[in-house]
């Protein structure tokens, strides 16, 4: 995925002219399978359940290198009329957290797709549908690949530089948020005296990610707030920056 940029680091690498703390991501771990724990996935999935709502289906990771992450994908309601993605399987194993931070140990991600999105099972053939699913999934994979986190307010480019997610998109940048869409309480799970936190996944432009690295996060987050951006996909949105 390129670099990692972060607000907060226990490593101390370089900064960005705006503050962001700039992590550049070397050799990647040795792999190894999982088969997923079972137990901690029949949490996530009733956790999914009492917030968001009964999973349509499931789209399985069939090789799981580091840990096993699958989308749970709930389809639109009326009380929200989006496709929900939810990962399980990042939470398997814990991050490279920081010391002083305990409840930044294990987390999971969501996306939200419009109403429209494709989401039969051919159709992930097809890279203009596919990429929200691969990208929830490579996010999911990457601190234990890395051996790094992923938290509030860090952001991951496609590649170094970034390239687009797909060929009929501009969006090339993630951005770790906060979940906005999914109501009250689902942002944390308590399974077992370990916490699980859901965090959205807000698709970012090159230049959005620029502007972080010159003025600073909080700035971004202003101007992404003030356009109403969570980790609903909104395609053709423009740039913030």
Known sequence: MGFL??????????RSPGGSYIERHGQAAEPSLSGGDGELIEAV????EAHVGDPAWVFHQLVSPYVHVDIHVVAPTEERPWTTLVTSGMSERPMNFPPELQDAARAELVMALPPNWPTERERMREESIYWPFRLLQTLATLPHQYDTWLWLGHTVPNGDPPEP?????????????????AGEGFQRLEHRGRTVTFFGVYPLYADEVDFKLERGGDELDERLEAADVTELLQPERPSVA
Do not use: K, Q
């Not at 997610?165 to 869409?181: E, K, Q, S, V």
């Open 165 to 181: 997610y797909a060929p009929d998109t501009g969006l090339c940048c993630a951005l770790i948020g906060p979940a906005m869409l």
């Open 5 to 14: 940029d972060r607000f907060r680091s226990h490593d101390e690498p370089e």
């Open 45 to 48: 999935v009733a956790h999914i």
